[in-house]
């Protein structure tokens, strides 16, 4: 079954794992589907936000940019710890563990933000 994109698209992914990650058993459709499913569980579990398809069309495109970055960054951590070595050997351990660790930091920003007033009272969140 072909991936379909909710939330964030496999380009989002791959940009953000970066070349070298590997594509043969990594990087796959099948990947990508369970990926997307676990970021959208964490993401609305954080908001407290059903990231239904009805649900999505009513965030503004600035919320929609966090969301989007915040799965992308999540889904190629777990496309870069699939393999720490990428395709054919084409990354060192300490280069992975640099972009994950990239990838942590920026995630817990957008998070804070996420987390935020404007945003939650948008959602309809009483925290």
């Known amino acids: 079954m072909a991936y379909v994109a909710n939330i964030v698209t496999v380009a989002e992914m791959n940009f953000y794992a ?21 970021a959208e569980a964490h993401i609305s ?9 009805a649900n999505w069309a ?13 799965a992308a ?3 190629a951590i777990e496309l ?5 070595l990428g395709q054919a ?6 280069e992975s563990e640099n ?3 990239i990838h ?3 995630m817990k920003k957008i998070e804070k933000l996420l987390e935020s007033k404007g945003i939650q009272d948008f959602l309809g969140i009483n925290s």
């Open 89 to 94: 050997g084409a990354l060192i351990r300490i």
């Open 73 to 75: 960054r999540y889904c």
């Open 45 to 53: 579990t954080l908001l407290k936000f059903n990231l239904t398809a």
């Open 104 to 106: 942590v930091f920026n």
């Open 99 to 101: 972009r994950i660790n």
């Open 18 to 38: 970066g070349a070298g990650i590997d594509t043969t058993a990594g990087s796959i459709d099948a990947n990508h589907t369970i990926l997307q499913d676990h």
């Open 58 to 70: 009513l965030l503004t495109t600035g919320t929609k940019e966090l969301i989007t970055e915040w």
């Open 80 to 84: 870069i710890r699939y393999n720490m």
